[in-house]
């Protein structure tokens, strides 16, 4: 089970203006799309579930950061925006994708975890 030390980035909305304007959000997901790049991930087209690990905020106290440690993550950014941002860093056309299950959850450090969950039923 591949773990990727990478910090997740929803996609975020652009346009044209985001090609020569330096928006924090816009920079924030080229970053991460060269960082997903740089590590070599690899998403099988079936049977893949993608874990985004979100980093907890430094001002949560070290109690609620035990008790939050591996729950889901019910807040911004969306599931599918994680999702769209990564596989549109890895591939240019993506619809050879056709079965994914996505999931995140709070953790320590931000990371991605890729789990091909069609090679434990062969």
Avoid at 24 to 46: G, K
Avoid at 52 to 73: C, E, I, N, T, Y
Avoid at 99 to 116: C, F, L, P, Q, Y
Wanted: glycine share 4%; net charge positive.
């Amino acid at each position: 089970m591949p773990k990727y030390i990478i910090t997740p980035v929803g996609k975020p909305r652009m346009t044209r203006r985001d090609k020569w304007k330096q928006r924090p959000p816009v920079m924030r997901y080229r970053t991460f799309c060269d960082e997903a790049c740089l590590h070599d991930i690899r998403v099988p087209e079936s049977g893949a579930h993608i874990t985004f690990v979100l980093p907890m905020p430094k001002s949560w106290s070290k109690k609620k950061r035990a008790v939050m440690d591996g729950q889901p993550h019910r807040v911004k950014p969306d599931l599918d925006n994680l999702t769209k941002s990564l596989l549109d860093a890895l591939f240019e056309d993506d619809a050879h994708i056709w079965d994914a299950r996505t999931s995140k959850i709070w953790g320590e450090t931000g990371m991605i975890i890729i789990e091909n969950i069609g090679e434990k039923n062969a």
